[in-house]
């Protein structure tokens, strides 16, 4: 049974275009290809980059945000009560007045109290500023050098044109970003839950079935051009939350501008424009349309409609901020 459904999905008709099979895609004459077994040793570099991130938080991170006068505020936690804690967990953080006076009954404790409760426990699950610097220090470092490894890939291709071969610039590109989405997932229970929570997992999920599927199809410098345009705008955002903690408000501002001038050319106009274009019409001018040519271009489509919702959040944003009715820091 496993043996079957394992042909089946590495059936090369469904992956690869009619006239091709994996066997071309082997290696010879000089020519290397990726492989789908390259991609377990994305596994335990994952794991790796947990354990960087802890070192780099631990001993870099936090001194800078010593540096910045960012220090690390110690919430008291509330007295347990079980009644209003099974309700904090299980139903809502911020109950209704009715509901308040539900719990006073149960518990036997004044509404004041109950209210004072609440906003505690609330603040005693916020995360510290500091939290927050160590994780956008964190993203910002590796951004950056990814940003820089993506242009050294590109620039390799061109210097080395050999068609269809894979690069070492290329290979390692590839197995740090997809490392890296991998830590991503790994660290959302402890990482700090914004409102696109949702929104980020589906992107995390999108982004590695999108690098693994144009790794094994070989789409490698569609691929590293998706990732290069990805990156691009991520710096500018974690440098503004970087500012935005060290209270450096016009250089936050700034960043922020930036970041959105740069997301809305890279993620709005060159992803769709170019990359999706590329990805549609030019593919079916050598072969028939197949299933993967299918599934890659969906991919790359649902992590269009992910740019939109982040579009117009930043539109909302920008707007509210241009008016003054709020500061771009809420969003960061």
């Known amino acids: 049974m496993l043996e079957t459904l394992y042909q089946w999905f590495w059936w090369d008709k469904l992956w690869l275009p009619a006239e091709l099979s994996w066997a071309d895609l082997e290696d010879r004459d000089g020519r290397v290809y990726a492989k789908a077994s390259h991609l377990y040793v994305t596994v335990p570099y994952a794991f790796s980059f947990l354990l960087v991130r802890y070192l780099f938080e631990r001993w870099i991170a936090t001194p800078l945000a010593v540096a910045a006068g960012i220090r690390h505020r110690v919430h008291l936690k509330v007295e347990h009560n079980p009644i209003l804690e099974n309700y904090y967990s299980t139903h809502s953080k911020n109950p209704l007045q009715a509901d308040i006076n539900g719990l006073s009954k149960k518990s036997s404790l004044p509404v004041r109290q109950i209210e004072r409760w609440f906003r505690r426990r609330r603040r005693q699950d916020h995360p510290g500023v500091l939290k927050k610097f160590r994780e956008a220090s964190w993203r910002f470092v590796f951004y950056l050098s990814a940003f820089i490894g993506g242009i050294a890939a590109l620039y390799n291709v061109s210097m080395k044109p050999i068609k269809g071969s894979m690069l070492d610039s290329q290979y390692w590109y590839y197995i740090l970003e997809m ?23 589906i992107h995390h999920l999108a982004t590695l079935v999108l690098l693994s599927f144009s790794w094994c199809a070989n789409f490698i410098r569609m691929g590293t051009l998706v990732m290069l345009v990805h990156d691009a705008s991520d710096i500018l955002l974690e440098s503004a939350k970087l500012f935005n903690y060290a209270k450096w408000e016009k250089t936050s501002h700034g960043l922020f501008v930036a970041f959105a001038v740069v997301f809305m050319v890279t993620r709005l106009i060159i992803f769709p424009f170019w990359l999706i274009h590329c990805t549609w019409v030019y593919p079916v001018h050598h072969y028939p349309a197949y299933f993967g040519y299918y599934f890659f271009n969906v991919m790359l489509v649902v992590l269009l409609f992910l740019h939109i919702f982040w579009a117009y959040l930043i539109f909302r944003m920008i707007r509210k901020f241009l008016f003054g009715t709020v500061s771009c820091s809420q969003f960061l």
């Open 179 to 201: 490392s890296f989405y991998g830590c991503l997932l790994c660290s959302v229970a402890f990482d700090v839950k914004r409102k696109d929570f949702k929104e980020q997992i």
